[in-house]
């Protein structure tokens, strides 16, 4: 029987669309068990699991874990910080950026635990930092010492307790619920670290957070795609189960 070059160009199609259908698949598991165990809980066996697929088919699209770490940034990640950072450029004090997108971040972890999860673990070193969360908060906290607005001797202290708390936060909102004063407490407390008056730390912190729309970009497939939410500090609602 002969083959046509019609017939070849579809079955190749038709391989490709079920190959992205597998890596959607595993992806979509992978969110979904982040955010239920917690990145550190999570293995290789949780992922294929509940993709139920086998572990070859998951070494055929990710050599590593960390592979499909980097994946699930790009696919569920990487459009909501983008979203934060760009509503925070729109900020003119540099101490009112730095707050704004940490209550963004803290925020958007408790109504998304995987995303949560990921910049959680990402952040937890240079080792593990992509360049999207490495450009956090460097520039600011440097442009808020040069207009002689934040008040630090070294550079690389200041960026750690703002990476230290942001991620405590983090975790505290995807593990233990913390009342909403919780977040605004730890914003006052960076603010005063940082040099600022205790009053204008605590108006900072307690300024209204603007609406976070976050438009399809790589990570088009992600479920939060095209959501438009109102942003409110809050108490955790994961469901993540530590083991």
Not at 122 to 139: G, Q, V
Not at 159 to 175: E, G, H, K, N, Y
Request: charge should be positive; proline fraction near 5%; include cysteine.
């Amino acid at each position: 029987m002969r083959v046509t070059r019609t017939n070849k160009g579809r079955r190749k199609e038709i391989g490709l669309e079920k190959r992205l259908r597998t890596r959607l698949r595993l992806l979509e598991a992978a969110a979904r068990v982040v955010a239920h165990l917690g990145e550190d809980e999570s293995t290789i066996d949780h992922f294929i699991n509940a993709a139920g697929v086998a572990r070859g088919t998951f070494y055929n699209y990710f050599p590593t874990r960390e592979d499909l770490i980097k994946s699930l940034w790009e696919h569920v990640g990487q459009d909501p910080f983008r979203a934060i950072q760009k509503i925070s450029a729109g900020v003119t004090d540099p101490a009112e950026r730095i707050i704004l997108e940490a209550r963004l971040v803290i925020n958007n972890a408790a109504e998304d635990p995987a995303w949560g999860w990921l910049v959680w673990y990402l952040s937890r070193s240079a080792e593990t930092l992509n360049e999207d969360l490495r450009a956090y908060p460097m520039p600011d906290l440097v442009a808020g010492r040069d207009a002689k607005r934040l008040m630090f001797q070294n550079d690389n202290a200041a960026r750690d307790l703002v990476v230290s708390v942001v991620r405590s936060a983090i975790r505290a909102t995807l593990t233990e619920k913390p009342p909403a004063s919780y977040v605004e407490s730890l914003c006052i407390m960076m603010l005063l670290a940082l040099g600022l008056t205790a009053r204008e730390s605590r108006k900072i912190a307690q300024l209204p957070l603007p609406d976070l729309e976050i438009a399809p970009g790589n990570g088009a497939a992600a479920p939060q795609s095209g959501r438009k939410s109102k942003i409110l500090i809050k108490a955790g609602n994961s469901s993540s189960t530590r083991k």
